[in-house]
Each structure stands twice: as structure tokens, then as C-alpha cells.
């Protein structure tokens, strides 16, 4: 089968477009906030307010996103926000 410029250029556009629809769509997946509830953050004992001196998630080498946000994506729970404030026991220093 021949495939045209014309073609192929629809085709790439099509495909930008899909993909950053579904870039959009794994931002708002990731908005959801950790629960204390949930079962992984029971077993971390992640909590919202640390009570461990100089350490929380703002600190820590695993948070991820932008400086001075108030809740960040963490790679110990893919799709959750954990609070700047909170900590976990995967809690480890973030090197300067």
C-alpha cells in the first residue's frame, strides 16, 4: 500500500495530538492526594505532619515536582501527592 505525504502528515498530527491528550490525562491521575487510609501508606507509616527533626518529604530524595509545592508526587507511591510536611519510613536525605 502507497502511503502519501498528505497521508502520512495526518497521521502525525493525529498522533500529537493523542498523545498529549493522554499526558493531560496522567497529570490528573497523579492529583489524587495520599490517604492515611490507604494500605501502602499504612505500611510506610507515612503521615501527613512529620514528627522526625529535620526530616520530611520536602527533604527528601525521593519527592519529585516543583519546589514549594504543598503536595508532590513521591516515587514510593506512583499516582499520589504526599504533603511537603509529611514523612514515611522510605525517608532519605536529599543530597545537596
Not at 3 to 20: E, I, P, W
Not at 73 to 80: E, H, L, Q, T, V
Request: charged share 20%; net charge positive.
Amino acid at each position: 500500500m502507497k502511503t502519501d505525504r498528505r497521508r502520512f502528515l495526518k497521521l502525525s498530527a493525529g498522533g500529537l495530538v493523542g498523545l498529549s491528550v493522554g499526558g493531560i490525562s496522567l497529570k490528573a491521575f497523579a492529583a489524587e492526594q495520599l490517604s492515611l487510609d490507604n494500605a501502602q501508606a499504612k505500611a510506610m507509616q507515612y503521615t501527613h505532619e512529620s514528627e522526625k527533626e529535620g526530616a520530611h518529604c520536602s527533604n527528601c530524595a525521593l519527592i519529585q515536582g516543583a519546589e514549594g509545592e504543598e503536595w508532590r508526587p513521591c516515587a514510593i507511591f506512583p499516582g499520589k501527592l504526599v504533603h511537603s510536611n509529611g514523612w514515611c519510613a522510605a525517608w532519605a536525605k536529599k543530597p545537596v
